[in-house]
């Protein structure tokens, strides 16, 4: 890509700061921004009939993030997308963005990996998950995800994994 291009990919991103726990996207609302992490942490969860939350991504530094399946379908999302951290990101909007791929190849192409990835993610999660034990779930987040451990609450690490925080902490005493 030259350099041009990629000054007028960058120009139509737009700088923003988030608090902790600022929600960007909410339940129930149509998703019209894409997210660049440049520092911070942003999760990406939905809260269930009995009012748990159930975390689906967390999403760090030099990442991309939405709430995809709204970005995409343009219908209202099931999902919340809030700064875990306090953040410094860069949005765009969903129309500038599919703007630019249209007039950029490379950033379609580059695009479509994101979604690939996150599509690779998400079947590997849940079907890895499906009849996984929880020493299992806790091993595979060592292996995949290990800055989850560090950053992340064991709360909110456990709602990820789909267990009680309680059984996360014992998971972790045996390993």
Known sequence: MKDD????????????????????????????HFYFINKGCLRLYEIDKKGNEITGY???EDSFITTLTSFITQKPSRDFLTS???????????????NLTE??????????????????????RIYGFLG????????????????LLTRISSKAVASYLGMTNSTLSKLKAKL
């Open 5 to 32: 291009e990629i000054r007028d990919i960058l120009k139509s991103f737009k700088p923003i700061k988030t608090k902790r726990n600022q929600v960007l996207e909410k339940e129930g609302e149509i998703c019209k």
């Open 58 to 60: 967390f999403a760090l």
């Open 84 to 98: 875990y951290e306090p953040a410094e990101l860069e949005v765009i909007s969903r129309q500038d963005f599919f």
């Open 103 to 124: 007039k950029y190849k490379d950033l379609k192409m580059y695009y479509n990996k994101v979604i690939e990835f996150a599509l690779i993610h998400s079947q590997m």
């Open 132 to 147: 996984m034990e929880g020493i299992d779930k806790l091993k595979w987040v060592m292996e995949h995800e290990p800055k």
